[in-house]
């Protein structure tokens, strides 16, 4: 079965003085049976040093497995389009890491230029904040592809997560880290086409969260597009790639 892990870190974390290699990369993915690897740069790393996000296109020239994702910058800018970029990744905008959303972003005025001109774009962001701010967020978009990390898990309850969200077609939702429980929650309500695989790698392994899709009491076919359909459908890359 065609696997495509839709979400790990590489490269250098200031913030936690570590670094996710690619050979790190590779050997999970050699190890699990994964094909292809969505690459973000760590936040800690991306707002030091804007650099990172181009050294992620360059190592994607040497590594044809891996799918980059841009990191939004602080200023707000957009995908650049044409460079190889697969989607972007949008991480507690000027808030607080992982812990607390900043609301004034959602009055900038650039906020609304920065959807226009990614739902143009038109290629996925995974989105993460806390959950009233990603409410308020998602409220301002009509296209824009998102993916949610970890079924909401670490924005809030992913109970209003689904809730709120499950009839807007636009929002996706990855695996990582989350509970099978609850995965299977989402299906059940929304189906599997909205639901992305993914390993969060460091804070996960592809090979234990891959594990855990493959645990999952549905068919084969719904497995696949979890695994990888859903992805390759959302950023355009065709089966062959
Ligand atoms: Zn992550």
Excluded at 82 to 90: A, E, I, L, N, T
Aim: net charge negative; proline share 5%; charged share 25%.
């Amino acid at each position: 079965m065609d696997v495509i892990d839709s979400h790990t870190h590489w490269g250098p974390s200031v913030s936690m003085g570590t670094e996710v290699t690619t050979e790190e990369l590779l050997r999970q993915a050699e190890q699990s049976g994964v094909s292809r690897i969505v690459i973000f740069p760590f936040p800690s790393m991306a707002l030091a040093d804007e650099e990172i996000n181009q050294k992620l296109l360059d190592e994607t020239d040497r590594i044809r497995k891996f799918i980059p994702y841009y990191y939004i910058p602080e200023t707000m800018k957009p995908i650049p389009k044409g460079k190889g970029y697969y989607g972007g990744k949008w991480h507690w905008m000027r808030g607080v890491q992982d812990c607390s959303s900043n609301y004034q972003v959602l009055k900038d005025p650039k906020l609304e230029e920065f959807i226009d001109t990614s739902e143009r774009i038109d290629l996925p962001i995974v989105i993460e904040e806390e959950f009233a701010f990603t409410q308020t967020f998602i409220k301002k978009t009509k296209s824009l592809k998102i993916i949610i990390p970890h079924l909401g898990g670490l924005g809030g309850n992913p109970m209003d997560f689904l809730d709120t969200f499950k009839g807007r077609d636009n929002v996706y939702f990855d695996t990582a880290l989350a509970g099978s429980d609850t995965i299977m929650k989402f299906i059940n309500q929304i189906g599997h086409e909205r639901i992305l695989f993914g390993s969060d790698v460091p804070f996960g392994t592809m090979k234990w969260e891959l594990e855990k899709v493959l645990s999952l009491p549905i068919g084969d076919d719904k497995k696949e597009w979890i695994l990888s359909k859903n992805l390759r459908r959302l950023i355009g890359l065709s089966q062959i790639a």
